[in-house]
């Protein structure tokens, strides 16, 4: 029978199965937490953002 | 050292942050004639490189600008973190397993670099936790 109400069925159907994004999401959340906690004990300074925008800046006309 | 399909064969990987991941790893790919390794989501990219490889990673906010950091694979991770410890150097994130069969802590170095020593424990396949293969 192709409509089949089958207990097996059903549970099939309830049970939630981990996909591969979900996998590579819960890799995501693991480093992101460690680069987080890495950040926090060492928190980007200001001044290390000078050198980059003496570069960057456009010379005067 | 240990083989692990989930981690680039080379012991030094350069880690470069972009704004969009999937659109850098596109871009480095068909300017610079990397190919795709592996993909995770779109958060992380490996690319490989020749015999070496690096990889993509998403930029998060409060990083600067074109924030990079190296990842050097070692066969001890422990030992090498007890050395660095020793050392007296600021531990970012102490050694822990990942599903993806490595065993890795962050250092930061005596400049402020950032360093991310990686063991590789197991010999696991990307598509276990959710990894896209390219060209392994």
């Not at chain 2, 050292?1 to 030094?12: D, F, G, L, Q, V």
């Not at chain 2, 993909?39 to 490989?48: D, G, M, P, T, V």
């Not at chain 2, 065993?103 to 276990?128: C, K, M, N």
Request: proline share 8%; glycine share 6%; charged share 25%.
């Amino acid at each position: 029978m192709w409509c089949d109400n089958s207990d097996v069925s059903l549970a099939e159907q309830s049970t939630p199965i981990p996909s591969k994004l979900t996998a590579a999401e819960a890799i995501r959340s693991m480093l992101d937490e460690r680069d987080r906690l890495g950040y926090e004990a060492n928190p980007q300074q200001a001044e290390e953002f000078r050198p980059w925008e003496d570069v960057a800046a456009w010379p005067d006309d | 050292m240990r083989h692990n399909r989930s981690m680039p064969r080379a012991t030094i990987i350069p880690q470069l942050a972009y704004p969009d991941v999937t659109a850098a790893a596109d871009w480095l790919c068909t300017t610079f004639g990397f190919t795709v390794r592996l993909r995770i989501a779109n958060h992380r990219a490996q690319l490989n490189v020749g015999d070496g490889a690096i990889v993509v990673m998403e930029q998060r906010p409060g990083q600067r600008p074109f924030a990079h950091s190296l990842m050097i694979r070692v066969e001890d991770a422990n030992a090498h973190h007890a050395r660095s410890v020793q050392a007296g150097l600021r531990i970012l994130s102490p050694p822990t397993d990942y599903p993806y069969g490595e065993r890795q802590y962050t250092v930061e170095d005596f400049a402020g670099h950032s360093w991310t020593f990686s063991q590789s424990i197991a010999d696991v396949d990307p598509l276990d936790w959710g990894g896209e293969p390219g060209e392994l």
